[in-house]
């Protein structure tokens, strides 16, 4: 009898997560569904091609260019030529190079990215 009192207090907690979970799965599906429109729209309307000109021209100006390519040469030095491959070599840059695009740019894309939804009202 007590474990049956003690699954019946149980039960609404497990419900609870059970919905809060299916909440949680429907709006990941919500916004993977929204990022595919935007992202369709920006290769439409040829937003995307502007904003990837911009964030090169941008990363050139401020150095970071300059300093990945260097990484770049230290990893390989460092593993030897003959023992990476550009998948290793892709894998161990990403992080640092996301860490080190500066906020400025990724501030301006981002309103850049901005004004372009508030321009779309289709969306």
């Known amino acids: 009898f007590r474990q049956y009192c003690a699954s019946l207090r149980v039960l609404p907690l497990a419900i609870d997560f059970l919905i809060n979970m299916a909440d949680y799965a429907d709006r990941k599906i919500k916004d993977a569904q929204m990022r595919a429109t935007i992202n369709q729209k920006l290769v439409e309307t040829g937003e995307r091609e502007r904003l990837k000109e911009l964030l090169r021209q941008k990363l050139i100006e401020c150095g970071w260019r300059d300093q990945m390519k260097a990484y770049c040469k230290e990893v390989v030095r460092q593993k030897g030529l003959e ?9 161990e840059i990403t992080p640092k190079g996301r860490s080190m695009v500066p906020d400025s740019v990724k501030k301006e894309l981002l309103l850049r990215i901005r004004a372009f ?3 779309q009202t289709n969306l």
């Open 83 to 91: 023992n990476v491959t550009v998948d290793d070599l892709v894998a």
């Open 117 to 119: 939804l508030a321009q």
